[in-house]
Nanobody
Framework: QVQLVESGGGLVQAGGSLRLSCAASGRTSSRAAMGWFRQAPGMEREFVSAITWSGTNTYYANSVKGRFTISRDTAKNTVYLQMNSLKPEDTAVYYC????????????????WGQGTQVTVSS
């Protein structure tokens, strides 16, 4: 089992920034990728960004490319999502997830999920 705990969500004005963190614990040695997804009210959970745990590759949804940056700290077993130039449409619950598959970008490729953290962007 892998446990994931997100933090860093909150309320921010449009144009502002937030940094989300996701701390992993448990049997993390088999993890090949970490990702961020988000779910707005009444919407499907959608892919935001992912990183291979080796750090070799990063992936972004078109809607966040150029504004969000994913990174990881192997010593802390933590993945981060730096979100800049936030827009009201970024408002959602953000979920961290872990996958056994490097390069995973779809929801069904992820095996473990955090509880989510709320991000609200006011206009």
């Amino acid at each position: 089992q892998v446990q994931l705990v997100e933090s860093g969500g909150g309320l921010v004005q449009a144009g502002g920034s937030l940094r989300l963190s996701c701390a992993a614990s448990g049997r993390t040695s088999s993890r090949a990728a970490m990702g961020w997804f988000r779910q707005a009210p009444g919407m499907e959970r959608e892919f935001v960004s992912a990183i291979t745990w080796s750090g070799t590759n990063t992936y972004y949804a078109n809607s966040v490319k150029g504004r969000f940056t994913i990174s990881r700290d192997t010593a802390k077993n933590t993945v981060y999502l730096q979100m800049n130039s936030l827009k009201p449409e970024d408002t959602a619950v953000y979920y961290c997830a872990a996958s056994f598959r490097a390069g995973a970008t779809s929801r069904n490729e992820y095996n473990y999920w955090g509880q989510g953290t709320q991000v609200t962007v006011s206009s």
